[in-house]
């Protein structure tokens, strides 16, 4: 199974609002609502963002919010703040019950 | 309190096979629901999921690494693990374990650095 498709960068400026895409097929992305979202910062161990398209855990800021909309899935982070500057991974369930991650985008916040 | 950390080597040589543990707290992977996972992150490079535990003891792997990986579960020690054989230079990056509740990931473990160098 390949990796999920993201930009390999988006960038903003303070304040602005930024969405990442994340490219599948009907066979991950499109075929199930189990697209998570994460933030990496340098070093450290991912966090969860969004689960099932566009759930946030408890204490994630509602600046970020997921949708999805054919095979495509999408993390829209608003009022961008120095600390959104990270790395994100979107990831699915595939058809046979596996797991797939996407190749990354590096957030730069201008 | 749910915890999950992983244990191992941090250097392992080429062809050798590669066990990792995770022990975790605070569940029970018995729960309907929930799903151990292990993921890794080579130095500089996206993540790659690799395999995974179900509540109901379904194993699934990543189709790329299959023929190398197995994962089990030992109830009496809440710990997962995965062993990965022939391992190859290609192979080191850091390795995460992480509960899922169904399609929820919620909790990770800090992660395990293993190098794979002769």
């Known amino acids: 199974q390949s990796a999920l498709t993201q930009p390999a960068s988006v960038s903003g400026s303070l304040g602005q609002s930024i969405t990442i895409s994340c490219s599948g097929t009907?066979?991950?992305?499109?075929?199930?609502?189990?697209v998570s979202w994460f933030q990496q910062h340098p070093g450290k161990v991912p966090k969860v963002l969004i689960y099932d398209v566009r759930n946030r855990p408890s204490g994630i800021s509602p600046r970020f919010t997921g949708s999805k909309s054919g095979n495509t899935a999408s993390l829209t982070i608003s009022g961008l703040q120095a600390e959104d500057e990270a790395d994100y991974y979107c990831a699915s369930y595939t058809s046979n019950s596996l797991e797939v991650f996407g190749s990354g985008t590096k957030v730069t916040v201008l | 309190q749910v915890t999950l950390k992983e244990s191992g080597p941090a250097l392992v040589t080429p062809t050798q096979t590669l066990t990792l543990t995770c022990t975790f707290s605070g569940f029970s992977l018995k729960t309907n629901g929930l799903r151990v996972s292990w993921i890794r992150q080579p130095p500089g490079k996206a993540l790659e999921w690799l395999a995974r535990?179900?509540?109901?003891?379904?194993?699934l792997y990543s189709p790329s690494l299959k023929p190398r990986l197995t994962i089990s579960e030992d109830t009496s020690k809440s710990q997962v693990v995965l062993t990965m054989t022939d391992v190859d230079p290609a192979d080191t990056a850091t390795y995460f374990c992480?509960?899922?509740?169904?399609?929820?990931?919620?909790?990770w473990g800090q992660g395990i650095r293993v190098t794979v160098s002769s």
């Open positions: 009907k066979n991950d992305v499109g075929g199930y609502n189990y």
């Open positions: 992480v509960r899922a509740n169904y399609g929820h990931p919620d909790y």
């Open positions: 535990i179900d509540w109901d003891d379904a194993k």
